[in-house]
């Protein structure tokens, strides 16, 4: 076969398809998590989650709902709303669950989770979410890089893709190509976009998951205060 005769959009018409068909199944599980705060003068924000199972969890970013009084409201792609409150968050990993309140167990779509620790350099990734409050938007990238990122709280494992992120897409889901749960969209590191691995999350959410009850019983004797932070710490991608 000679060069001239390859076309390379030969075909693509129905990878489109496929992958329009993939991210229809996967949007009624992607939700917008709306944060109030009691804090005077300041506002609330909006970022993004996803179902993590039917009994009405959504996994989110612990950064989209700091500052709340653990109450937030989530809103649905078919546009129902719910109140939710945090039932445990983790500022170490950046990660939150909420609980839906009166939500029907029937009618919450759940994305199915895949395996982050098969992820390879090079796969074609989407991140759903909403970004600048663009309800549903999704952008699609390839995993650029797998490893450990330094924090302000630490070093993390990452999923890196070149996907794009902005404002209202933090805690919302990466996706593979088989519509499967890869990671959940964190932070944007010197122009490139950064979502917490599946696999670490789940292993949070089933075991090492601190609810707000837990965390109440304890008390530190230290006294925390505002401390500014270097320009190159991180950048979130998480609320308007």
């Known amino acids: 076969m000679s060069l001239e005769s390859v076309n ?46 039917s009994d009405g969890s959504v996994m989110t970013n612990y950064h989209v709902v700091a500052g709340s009084d653990g109450k937030v409201q989530v809103v649905m792609t078919d546009d129902r709303s719910f109140d939710a409150e945090v039932l445990g968050s983790s500022r170490r990993l950046d990660l939150a669950m909420l609980r839906l309140r009166n939500a029907p167990a029937e009618d919450l779509p759940t994305p199915p989770v895949g395996d982050s620790d098969a992820l390879r ?55 593979n190509t088989r ?20 696999n670490t999350a789940g292993a949070w959410a089933s075991g090492g998951m601190r609810t707000r009850r837990s965390r109440s019983r304890s008390r530190l004797g230290v006294r925390v205060q505002e401390a500014v932070l270097p320009a190159s710490s991180r950048d979130p991608a998480g609320q308007e």
Request: glycine share 20%; aromatic share 6%; net charge positive.
């Open 8 to 53: 390379p959009l030969e075909g693509s018409g129905a990878v489109g398809a496929e992958a329009a068909d993939m991210i229809e199944a996967v949007l009624p599980g992607v939700v917008q998590v709306r944060r109030r705060t009691l804090r005077c003068g300041s506002r609330g924000g909006a970022g993004a989650g996803f179902l993590w199972s």
């Open 121 to 175: 350099v090079g796969e074609l990734v989407f991140a759903v979410g909403h970004p600048w409050g663009r309800r549903g938007a999704v952008t699609a990238g390839i995993v650029s890089g797998l490893g450990s990122v330094g924090r302000p709280f630490g070093r993390a494992r990452y999923v890196q893709s070149d996907a794009y992120l902005a404002p209202g897409n933090s805690g919302g889901p990466l996706v």
């Open 179 to 198: 519509g499967e749960v890869i990671g959940v969209n964190a932070m944007i590191s010197r122009g490139l976009s950064l979502a917490i691995p599946i």
